[in-house]
C-alpha cells in the first residue's frame, strides 16, 4: 500500500487528493514544520530531495509532486485521470502538468529578488523579466479556461490536481488572488474546489486540517 508522507501545510495534499478521486487505500504519516516552518528533520531523512510530498511503495521512496501523480495515476489508477499519446489533448496535458513547478519557480525568484531590495524594472532585467513570465503563466492560465473547463482537456485529469494548490494555497509565497480579474480562472477553482473528493482530500491533509489523533 501506498504511504503518503504528509507535511503540514504543504502540496503533499494533492496527493492525498489524488488517492480520493480514485478511490485507492493509503496511509497517511503526517510531519510538522518546524519553528521555522520548514520539514523536519525526520521528513529530510525519507529522500535527498527532502520535499513534500513524499511517498513510499514498498521499497520505492519518490519525492517530486509531478512524477509522483503521474505514477500513481498510471500504475495504480489505469491511467483513468492522464491523458496519454494520441490524444486530442495530450500536448495540453503535458504543458499544465508542469504549471505548478512552473509558477512556483518564478514566485521563488521573485521573492528572492524583493529580499534583495530589488523591484521590476529597467535596470534590473532579470527582476523584470521574472514578472513578465509570472503575468504569462497568469495569462496563459485564463486564456486556457476560456478554451476548456479543465487543463489538460475537457474532462478532470491529474493536471486539475498538479495546479489547484497554487490556486488556493500560495499566497505565502506571493502568489496572485484568484479574484474576478481572472474570470475563468476563479470559475474553474469554484467547480474544481466542489468536488467530493477534493473536500475530502482537505478534511484529512488541507492547510487547515490538523494531524491525527494518536
Ligand atoms: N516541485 C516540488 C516542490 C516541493 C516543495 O517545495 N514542497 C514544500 C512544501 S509545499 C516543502 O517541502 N517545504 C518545506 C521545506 O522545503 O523544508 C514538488 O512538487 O514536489
Known sequence: MITIHHLGVSQSDRVVWLMEELSLPYELKWYNRGEDFLAPKEYRALHPVGTAPIISDDNLVMAESTAIVEYISQQYGGGALSVLPGDPDYAQYLFWMQFNN?????????LAFQAGGSQPGEDNPMSTTTQRREDGIYNALEQRLK??????GNRFTCADIMSMFNLTSLGML???QIDDALPNTLAYVQRVT?????QKAMRI??????PPAG
Open 205 to 210: 491533509a488541507g492547510p487547515e486540517a490538523t
Open 194 to 198: 466542489a468536488r467530493p473528493a477534493y
Open 174 to 176: 506571493g502568489a496572485r
Open 147 to 152: 478554451a476548456s473547463d479543465y487543463l489538460g
Open 102 to 110: 512552473n509558477l512556483q519557480s518564478v514566485l521563488f525568484m521573485k
